[in-house]
């Protein structure tokens, strides 16, 4: 395999995301009485990804082949990790309407900054308790923007 193929397949990819982008936009108004509505702009920003998309495609075909570069693929360690962050994000995305912002994010950063292997017990419980809480009051009380609660309620 050489880079052209992974260029075409990221290509490949690119171009189904634009098309689901761009499907869901045209469920919005495209446009309403006072200008440009909510799916003016993802419409036409899809519209350029998938121009930019099929311009890759194009350009991995017709170069010249070259090959992958040392060290393209990562280490077991990358993958976990990567798997970490992944799993996280399910974790997240399952439990945040059920338990609530604070106690979601405050679980899932903790695991994250385990899992990544950054240093130090007291910064990683300082940063995921301000990450966590701290972002909550600060969105959720202060600037009024409703995050979900959960069962505790707060």
């Known amino acids: 395999m050489n880079m052209n193929r992974v260029y075409q397949i990221t290509g490949a990819v690119f171009l189904l995301l634009a098309a ?5 936009s045209l469920e919005l108004k495209f446009y309403t009485s006072n200008g440009p509505g909510p799916g003016f702009f993802p419409f036409w920003l899809s519209m350029a ?19 992958m570069p040392e060290g393209f693929f990562a280490s077991r360690t990358g993958y976990l990790r ?5 799993a996280a994000l399910a974790f997240t995305t399952a439990l945040l309407e059920i338990v609530g912002f604070p106690l979601t994010m405050l679980v899932t950063t903790l695991f994250l900054l385990f899992a990544l292997g950054r240093p130090g017990l ?5 940063v995921s308790a301000a990450g966590s809480f701290g972002c909550f ?8 923007v409703p995050l979900p609660t959960g069962f505790f309620g707060y």
């Open 122 to 126: 007291i910064a990683t419980l300082l």
């Open 82 to 86: 990567a798997g970490a962050i992944v």
């Open 49 to 67: 990804l998938g121009l930019l998309a099929v311009l890759m495609i194009l350009k991995a075909t017709f170069r010249e082949p070259e090959p």
């Open 137 to 144: 009051y600060l969105f959720d009380r202060w600037l009024k």
């Open 20 to 24: 689901f982008i761009a499907r869901e």
